[in-house]
Structures are given as C-alpha cells and as structure tokens.
C-alpha cells in the first residue's frame, strides 16, 4: 500500500513539473542596432497562468541597464504574449558583448481541490546584447580561440568581443580513446581553466549558436 502511494505521488509531482508556458526560444540575441528585442511566450494548458518576468546580471544581481515589460502578466489558456526587452541606452560596454539570465515565473491558478501541491515553475535563459557597430560573427569568433596546454589543465582563451558557450571539449587519451568534457562559456576577452587529462589531445569541440543549437567544431 505504501510503495503504491509513492508511486502515485512521484507521478503526480512528475506530471505537474512539467511547464505550462512555452517558451519560443532558448536565448535571445539583442542587437544593439534595434530599439528592442522580443520573446514570445505560449500557455499550452486549460488554465489562465499569472507570468512574472525579471533580468538578472550573470552574478545574479539584477540588471539596472536593461529592462523588461511587462514584468507581471496574465496569459490565458492556448493564448501567446510577448516579452520585449529595452536597454537604457548608458552603462553597458560598447567594445563587447553583455550577458543578462532572463527569469520566467509561472504562477499557477489556485487549486480548485483540497490537499493539491501545487508548483511555481522558473525558467531561466540568456539574453546577449551586441553593441550598435559590432560586426563580429560567432561561427568566425569560435575559430580565434586558443587553447594552451599545462601537466593537467587546459586553459582556453576568448579574444573576440562575443561570448562562447561551450558545451563539450572532445578529447583524445593517449589510449587512443575519444572522450568528452563538459565546457564553460567564456567571456568576451577572457579565458577559462579547464582539468585536463595528462598527454590527451583536443580533437574537437561543440557550443552553443545564435538560435540555441549545439555547433560542432572539428580541430587539428
């Protein structure tokens, strides 16, 4: 009796677990050539969902800079809305790349049953906002970065003006066996130490592009 209890519990909070709201893309890319950049959101569920939205700074500190609206919405069921996001104009660097996590609360209507757990969901994605004059390409950007080799580290160094996220680094062992290594992104004119095993190689690597799929990168 009790192992079909918590069976059917995980299945209730697996089922409602999963997000009601939609979310078009998994990154924005905001050009600093327009006024705005926009996200669109989509209730997929028979219920009116409240939807707060706010920007952090990559050290979670919120964005003074960029704004977005509106910040707290109401979007009814199988309807879509629309996240705009607007830069000040003043703070940010014109030499670079900036990063904000945009946060996406789902608040779910009261339950209409006694005893119902019921789950706010947050989803977090990246806005990146490319200064007005800024011509640099990710996919020629990737093929600038360097990577230095210590006893057990590998440092890769960024000297583009874009942000590359990285997802795996595709190693080589001395074995002759292909391995791989989960990678951080690297800041614009920045470098990340990574461990390394001893007398491998880079054969290739992967990261993430303008429209959130993953890239593959072949190297020599």
Same mark, same amino acid.
């Given at each position: 009796?009790?192992?079909?209890?918590?069976?059917?519990?995980?299945?209730?909070?697996?089922?409602?677990?999963?997000?009601?709201?939609?979310?078009?893309?998994?990154?924005? &890319?905001?050009?600093?050539?327009?006024?705005?950049?926009?996200?669109?959101?989509?209730?997929?569920?028979?219920? =009116?969902?409240?939807?707060?939205?706010?920007?952090?700074?990559?050290?979670?500190?919120?964005?003074?800079?960029?704004?977005?609206?509106?910040? &707290?919405?109401?979007?009814?069921?199988?309807?879509?809305?629309?996240?705009?996001? *607007?830069?000040?104009?003043?703070?940010?660097?014109?030499?670079?790349?900036?990063?904000?996590?945009?946060?996406? %609360?789902?608040?779910?209507?009261?339950?209409?049953?006694?005893?119902?757990?019921?789950?706010? *969901?947050?989803?977090?994605?990246?806005?990146?906002?490319?200064?007005?004059?800024?011509?640099?390409?990710?996919?020629? %950007? &990737?093929g600038q970065l360097t990577l230095t080799k210590s006893s057990e580290a590998l440092v890769v160094s960024n000297p583009g003006p874009l942000?590359?996220?990285?997802?795996?680094?595709? &190693?080589?062992?001395?074995?002759?066996?292909?391995?791989?290594?989960?990678?951080?992104?690297?800041?614009?004119?920045?470098?990340?130490?990574?461990?390394?095993?001893?007398?491998?190689?880079?054969?290739?690597?992967?990261? *993430? =592009?303008?429209?959130?799929?993953?890239?593959?990168?072949?190297?020599?």
């Amino acid at each position: 009796m009790m192992k079909s209890l918590i069976i059917a519990l995980f299945a209730l909070y697996s089922a409602s677990a999963i997000s009601a709201i939609q979310i078009e893309s998994s990154r924005v &890319i905001y050009s600093g050539e327009n006024k705005s950049a926009s996200l669109t959101l989509h209730n997929a569920s028979q219920k =009116n969902y409240i939807i707060q939205t706010w920007l952090d700074e990559d050290s979670d500190k919120p964005g003074k800079e960029m704004v977005v609206t509106p910040p &707290i919405m109401k979007v009814k069921p199988d309807q879509s809305a629309v996240l705009r996001f *607007i830069y000040s104009g003043k703070g940010l660097p014109a030499d670079r790349e900036s990063v904000y996590w945009i946060n996406v %609360q789902e608040i779910p209507p009261r339950a209409s049953e006694p005893n119902v757990m019921q789950l706010a *969901i947050r989803t977090r994605l990246k806005l990146f906002y490319r200064p007005v004059g800024m011509k640099a390409k990710l996919d020629e %950007q &990737i093929g600038q970065l360097t990577l230095t080799k210590s006893s057990e580290a590998l440092v890769v160094s960024n000297p583009g003006p874009l942000h590359i996220s990285l997802s795996q680094l595709i &190693i080589k062992t001395p074995q002759g066996k292909e391995q791989k290594i989960t990678a951080p992104m690297i800041a614009p004119f920045g470098s990340e130490t990574i461990p390394f095993p001893k007398g491998s190689r880079v054969v290739g690597l992967t990261y *993430i =592009n303008d429209y959130g799929g993953v890239a593959d990168v072949k190297m020599h």
